[in-house]
């Protein structure tokens, strides 16, 4: 009788930390979404090159892989709530950096100073996601009486909406740059930012996902076979969306002569779909008991899938078919559909294969490998459109998609047992 009467109480609990975590990272998500779309559109204003504009989002890529790294240890250390803290703080000392940028500068303290203040919210950006994904095993595992399919459907929701809340950051980032300024826009956001980190201060428990911090170097990067290998293919698969899609697609569209109102509108409604199907992929992908025997064959599946999609979008690019704009717009549309469940079946099989005690590493030492892909994927988008146009970037992402779906290949489909010395 007492079991019966305490389950609804921690499940009740469980589901109230999912939803806050999960709306304070909406908050942070819609402005980190509006920051690109204010950092790019001013400077393409400003007549800055498109690799130029791609360079100004390496640092914020590059600060990812350390603050992931970092982030994971400190959330398993110091508890989540302390993390997505720290995260919103650094967040809005980023925004008032940038801020401060002066006209009167010249083109190169400009870049300097927008790179650096980029690079802090890169390191917010992924503080908070260690955080957040970290938070979302932890209230999980407490509300297993749910079934056996609730982390995947957290953590499907969780990555789903997040992208959607990303897509309207984008059309966010034009409204205020257009109503308020670059200026008074990031002041706009940072005031935000100070609403959801009262949330958060007020309603995260403190000691959430606080536990025994890894001791050594060593013993932080000591992963088990599922998380190193899904990590490896985390570079491979964002470095391969990243590649043609930072660069490589709105500068194409706009040379057909597309405005950039009518890109940036595109990429928003894209993110927005990509969110939703990344959202609906519970229902999309079949499930299994045991979590892995039949997910594990639906991430090398849809990787395989989604590494032929560039191939043909470059085959159309190669004999310039007539509207080819048409033909990379649908082939956008696929990809972004078949990278959506890839995306959302990886973030599920990271929680899966993580431990328990230390998520927030676990989570972090994985998420690190996906701000790898993302710098990796940004500085080669600018690259390989200067050398080859869309064709190479389209090429460049079919090989690593290639490279991420052999490594789901060697992807355990059973969790290994604890050995009896850490029972």
């Keep these: 009788m007492s079991n019966a009467t305490a389950s609804p109480p921690a499940t009740n609990t469980a589901t109230r930390n999912y939803a806050i975590v999960t709306a304070a990272y909406w908050g942070f998500t819609l402005t980190d979404g509006a920051l690109r779309m204010l950092v790019l559109l ?127 950051g984008f059309f966010l980032g034009g409204l205020l740059l257009d109503a308020l300024g670059f200026q008074h826009a990031l002041w706009a956001m940072a005031a935000l930012l100070v609403l959801v980190l009262a949330g958060v201060v007020g309603y995260v428990p403190p000691l959430m996902g606080k536990s025994k911090a890894s001791r050594s170097a060593k013993e932080l990067f000591a992963k088990n076979a599922g998380i190193n290998t899904l990590a490896a293919a985390r570079v491979a698969l964002f470095g391969a969306r990243d590649v043609w899609f930072v660069v490589g697609v709105p500068v194409f569209l706009y040379s057909q002569g597309w405005t950039f109102t009518m890109v940036g509108g595109f990429l928003a409604a894209w993110t927005i779909g990509y969110g939703l199907v990344q959202a609906l992929a ?51 549309g696929l990809f972004g559909f078949a990278f959506a469940v890839n995306s959302s079946v990886h973030s599920y099989l990271i929680l899966a294969y993580a431990g328990s005690e230390k998520a927030a590493e676990d989570v972090g030492f994985y998420y690190a490998a996906n701000a790898l892909g993302r710098f990796f994927g940004t500085l080669m988008s600018g690259l390989l459109y200067q050398w080859g146009g869309l064709l190479y970037a389209l090429v460049g992402s079919a090989l690593m998609l290639f490279t991420c779906w052999l490594l789901t290949l060697a992807l355990p489909t059973r969790l290994a047992l604890p050995s009896p010395e850490t029972t």
Excluded at 86 to 114: C, D, E, K, R, Y
Excluded at 296 to 313: F, K, N, Q
């Design 282 to 332: 519970p229902n999309i992908v079949q499930r299994s008991a045991d979590g892995l025997s039949a997910e594990v064959p639906a991430a090398r599946w849809w990787s395989l899938a989604l590494a032929l999609i560039p191939v043909g979008i470059a085959a159309a690019v190669l004999l310039q078919a007539p509207n080819l704009e048409w033909w990379v717009v649908g082939g956008l």
């Design 42 to 168: 001013h400077f393409y204003r400003l007549g800055y090159s498109p690799f130029t504009l791609a360079f100004l989002f390496l640092l914020y890529e590059a600060a990812g892989v350390l603050a992931n790294l970092i982030g994971g240890w400190l959330a398993t250390r110091y508890g989540i709530q302390r993390m997505l803290t720290v995260g919103l703080v650094t967040q809005i000392i980023g925004f008032t950096l940038l801020s401060l940028l002066n006209p009167a500068w010249t083109a190169v303290m400009s870049v300097a100073w927008v790179v650096v203040a980029q690079g802090i919210c890169g390191v917010a950006k992924d503080l908070t996601k260690t955080a957040s994904k970290s938070a979302i095993k932890i209230t999980a595992d407490q509300a297993k009486n749910q079934g056996s399919g609730q982390l995947f459907k957290w953590v499907a929701w969780f990555t789903g909406s997040k992208n959607a809340m990303k897509g309207l």
